[in-house]
C-alpha cells in the first residue's frame, strides 16, 4: 500500500512534465524514497545480528553463507517494491513509452534499491545500538541528499569536495 501510494503521489505531481529538471525531480524523489525504506528497516537488521552471532557461535554457518543468504531472500520484496512504485510513476510521469526504457529503469531502481539496501545492513552490521544506526542513517542520507547534484549543483560543489559526488549511488 505504501509504494502504490508513493508511486501514485510521485507520479501525480509530475503528471506529464515536459521539463528535463522535472525528470530529475522524479528520479531524485523516488531514490529518496528508496533510501529512507532502507533506513527504516536497519533496526531490525540490527535486532537479527544478535541471532546471527549465536548460530555463527555455535558453527551452525558462517557469516558469508548468512550474507548471500539475507541479499537473496530480500530480493523478491524488492522485486514487488519496486514493481509497485515504479509502475505508476514511469507511465503517469511520460518517460520514454518503449518496453526497453521501462525495462531499464525498472532495473535501475532495483539496483539502487538493492545497493541501499546493502550499505544500510553494513551500517547495521558495524553500529553498536540502534541510536548510532539511525544517526549513521540519518548521515549517509544527508550526504546523499546534498552531494547528489539535484539539490546542490555539482559546478557549486567546491573542489576538494567533489570526491563525495561521485562516490553518491544517488
Given at each position: ?5 508513493m508511486g501514485l503521489s510521485v507520479g501525480f505531481v509530475f503528471l506529464n512534465t515536459e521539463y528535463n529538471s522535472s525528470f ?111 544517526a549513521g542513517g540519518a548521515f549517509i542520507l544527508l550526504l546523499n ?26
Amino acid at each position: 500500500i505504501k509504494n502504490v501510494a508513493m508511486g501514485l503521489s510521485v507520479g501525480f505531481v509530475f503528471l506529464n512534465t515536459e521539463y528535463n529538471s522535472s525528470f530529475f525531480g522524479v528520479l531524485f524523489q523516488g531514490n529518496l524514497f528508496i533510501m529512507l525504506g532502507a533506513m527504516t528497516s536497519t533496526p531490525d537488521k540490527l535486532d537479527d545480528r544478535t541471532i546471527f552471532y549465536r548460530h555463527h557461535d555455535s558453527n551452525f554457518y558462517p557469516a558469508l553463507s548468512y550474507i548471500i543468504g539475507q541479499s537473496l531472500a530480500l530480493v523478491p520484496q524488492m522485486l514487488l517494491d519496486v514493481l509497485l512504485f515504479g509502475v505508476f510513476v514511469y507511465w503517469m510521469v511520460g518517460f520514454v513509452h518503449t518496453a526497453a526504457g521501462f525495462l531499464i529503469y525498472l532495473a535501475l531502481f532495483f539496483s539502487f534499491n538493492f545497493a541501499m539496501g546493502q550499505l544500510f545492513g553494513v551500517l547495521a552490521a558495524a553500529a553498536p545500538n540502534k541510536s548510532v544506526v539511525m544517526a549513521g542513517g540519518a548521515f549517509i542520507l544527508l550526504l546523499n541528499t546534498l552531494f547528489c547534484g539535484y539539490i546542490v549543483a555539482p559546478t557549486v560543489i567546491p573542489p576538494y569536495w567533489i570526491w563525495i559526488y561521485w562516490t553518491i549511488p544517488l
